[in-house]
């Protein structure tokens, strides 16, 4: 069974703050590993991307993969309000494919507070 | 560069109708999938396209199909609609070139009554 899994929160933060959303997955040859944004009524949007063990920053988010582990992380450093949306987790877990099928996890949803 | 585009943004379709849905990928990217969001289920990969060959497809019956053509641009089918049809059904495109990063249209919302 391919599985992602995140943490299923609601999470809520103060503006300022580090929002930590994890995920977890089942195969442990995945090769790629995205975070997408869903504000409401809209469709998602990729903000993250990741390939290698390590971090990876972008402005003020960080995604953060251990494929040991299997396990994958997004930070985001001083929230704002206008970050409050569903994150999204996807996982390529079809082994050895370049192109397919993602499988997503149930999403987290996160709200910033003023 | 223009984004993925679907049409249309909104329907609303009776139980037993069948439905078209559209999607126009991104200039250049010769990959399309589908998924459906559901508030139950999340979303979930109905099919994907390449060169206008079916590549995978999810766990959804046969009334889901497919298509794409020599342009790229992709359409999905539901025959034989049910009121859990309803959903919003997205397309998203990606490049065959680096680590299928997959850019989502801004979906078509199906509601079946």
């Known amino acids: 069974q391919k599985e992602v899994e995140q943490n299923s929160g609601p999470l809520s933060v103060p503006e300022g703050a580090i929002a930590s959303l994890n995920c977890t997955y089942s195969d442990r040859g995945s090769q790629s590993f995205f975070w997408y944004r869903q504000y409401s009524g809209k469709s998602p949007e990729l903000i993250m991307s990741?390939?290698?063990?390590g971090d990876k920053e972008d402005g003020r988010f960080t995604a953060q993969l251990n494929k040991a582990s299997q396990y994958v992380s997004l930070l985001i450093r001083d929230s704002q309000p206008s970050d409050s949306a569903t994150y999204l987790c996807?996982?390529?877990?079809?082994?050895?494919?370049?192109?397919?099928?993602?499988?997503f996890g149930r999403g987290t949803q996160l709200t910033v507070w003023p | 560069k223009a984004g993925v585009t679907q049409t249309p943004r909104y329907l609303i379709k009776t139980r037993g109708q069948q439905v078209t849905l559209s999607c126009s990928p991104i200039s250049g990217h010769r990959s399309v999938s589908w998924y459906q969001q559901t508030p139950g289920q999340g979303l979930q990969f109905l099919f994907e396209y390449f060169s206008e060959t079916q590549r995978n497809k999810g766990n959804f019956p046969g009334r889901f199909s497919g298509r794409q053509f020599s342009n790229s641009r992709s359409e999905m089918n539901v025959s034989t609609l049910e009121l859990g049809d309803s959903a919003l059904y997205l397309c998203?495109?990606?490049?065959?070139?680096?680590?299928?990063?997959?850019?989502f249209g801004p979906g078509t919302r199906l509601t079946v009554l």
């Open positions: 990741i390939y290698s063990n």
């Open positions: 998203a495109s990606s490049s065959t070139t680096g680590g299928n990063e997959q850019f």
């Open positions: 996807a996982v390529n877990l079809d082994r050895g494919s370049t192109l397919g099928r993602l499988y």
